[in-house]
Every structure is written in C-alpha cells, then in structure tokens.
C-alpha cells in the first residue's frame, strides 16, 4: 500500500505528512512532484498544506493548473480517495473537486494555534476509525481558512451529512465563540458527495505525536491506511459507482483542470 | 489590445479588508465614506483583432482563473487603441 503526498511548489507540511504516515502510522509514502505525469499507482493522495505558488491571485488557484491535478481528478472521480489539508483543502475547492470557497479570516489575522474539531462523519476513508462527536485536537495555521458556502450549498452538505469536521470548544460544544477564523456553520471540514474526498483546514499530520502536543491525528491517517487496505482485500470501490460526478462539483468553472 | 478586469467580493460576501479600510479612512476623518470594498485589477494586453474578441477573452480568462466564481465577481473593460 502507498500513499501520494504531492508536492507543488511552495508546500511546506508535505515532509510532515510523509513523517506522519511512514514513520508514525507506518505506511508506505512517496512525494509526486506537481509535475508529474502520474500518481505513481498509489491507493490515495494527500494535497498538503503550504502556499502553493505563494498563494498568488488566490489560495490554490494556480495550484489547481498542476499537471498532476488532472490525475488527481482522475483518480477522484474513480473513487480513490484523497484528502486535502489546508492548502491541500484550498487547491480541492479552486478544482472544483468539493464546493464552496475561502475568504480572509474574520479579523483578518493569520491564526496559528491549537483548536478543537468535533468529528461530524465517520462514514469517509479519513474517519472511518473515528466515533461520531469525538473531540479532536490539533493545530491550525492559516489567513485564509474562513470557509464561504453559499445558502443551497450548505443546505446540500447538511442534509447529505457531507461536514466532517466543525470548530468546537473542548467538550465538543458548537458554539460562534470556538469558531476561530468566522466559517460558515463552523466548517472544519467537508466531503465530496461520494464521501472519498475531504478537505479540512486543521492539520492532523502535525497532531500524530504526543511529544508535537497531541496525537489526536492518527486517526485520520490511520482511517485512510484501514480503508485502503479494505479496498485492496478486493472490496469493491463503491464510490466508483458515481463514476465522473465527483469531478466539477460547486463551481461554475468552464475551465480544464 | 488592453483589456481591464476588475475582481471584487460579491456583495453578498463580507469583505473584513473593506471594512478595515473603512474604519481606518474615518479615523483619518472621513465621515462621508459610507462603505469600501477592495478587489483586484489586472491590466491584460492582447493580440485581439476587435474590442469585442478582447472584452470576451478577458471574460473568459476571469471565468477560468482570475475570479473565483463562488465569491467573486467581476467586470470587463477594453480600452480601444486611438479612442482615448
């Protein structure tokens, strides 16, 4: 089993993410250059985060022009899964490959502190190991992470429990006070419909080490290794079944990936 | 050719630079600012043979890259050479 961190210019939690799965978690990682012409027949790919071309223009909007984009959606629309962490989360929305958009943070600042994420889904290959309402810590670090869904969109997400992950206090309680950089419904994290692409701002491959702060992490990575080895036991991709649906969800977009 | 494309925030999405820039132009004194929304310009020229083929590659490139339609919106303008 091998899991894809690609790497695009200006990434910088891409060797976090391959520490945390091969070292920690103990999986097989390999980097995939932005340029590269194929996903090097990994079971899933992490977008990490960073500032991919320097956030220019917008968060990822250069980034979703990546070669490896193209196979990315691809690979998507076949129902391998991938998971977008911050700039990774960033890159999925500007492709298109999960709906909505990022704006500044409410107060404008750039927040890089340890925040709290109540697990909204279970039902994905990121939280598969995960309990319905668990409290999960782990760090953020980002200006632009104040996630934007306009009102159909966020009535599709809510009633296809397609939110993931939500900003909560400690005990798991939402409230507008732990909603730390102003998103919509306290959006932490979402899925496509299909459920085999997240994106969540939080970052859980720097949360995967108690001696880091917490190690609440693990268990996002450790869902995906759990759902990848299932989907190599020989059970069906059932998300393959929604075949090229997952490709150009939420935007408008006449543009080729 | 010069095409200009104006991106801004739709005006249904809060725009906390906007709203900083305001507070900080009526503590300058300026109490007759009623509100500020900040966007982006770009200054694109083209090898368009009419303002029309301009005006609508610029709309084009806005829709595939410059504006992200989900919080923005844009507009077109062309600046036609020997008319200014």
Known sequence: MKIAVAVFPGSNCDHDAYHA????????????????????????????????????????????????????????????????????????????????????????KFICEQVHLRVERTGTPFTGRARAGQVLRMPIAHGEGNYYADPATLERLEAHG??????????????????????????????????????????????????LGSADGRVVLESLVEACAAARGGAARTAAGGGGAAAGEGTARTGAA | MRARVFVTLKPSILDPQGKTILGALRSLGYGAVEDVRQGKFFEIDVAAGSAGEARSLAAEMADRLLANPVIESYRVEVEEPGRT
């Open chain 1, 162 to 211: 397609r939110v993931v992950f939500r900003y909560a206090a400690p005990d798991g309680t939402i409230d507008e006070r732990w909603n730390v950089n102003g998103s919509t419904a306290a959006i932490a994290g979402i899925s496509n419909a299909q459920g085999n692409v997240v994106g969540l701002m939080p970052h859980p491959e720097r949360a995967c080490e108690a001696a």
């Open chain 1, 21 to 108: 799965l091969k070292h920690v978690v103990g999986c097989d990682a390999a980097f995939v250059w932005h340029k590269a012409g194929d996903l090097g027949g990994a079971d899933a790919v992490i977008l990490p985060g960073g500032f991919s071309y320097g956030d220019y223009l917008r968060t990822g909007a250069i980034a979703r022009f990546s070669p490896i984009m193209a196979r990315v959606v691809e690979f998507a629309a076949a129902g391998g899964p991938v998971l977008g962490i911050c700039n990774g989360f960033q890159v999925l929305l500007e492709a298109g490959l999960l709906p909505g958009g990022m704006r500044r943070n409410r107060g404008l």
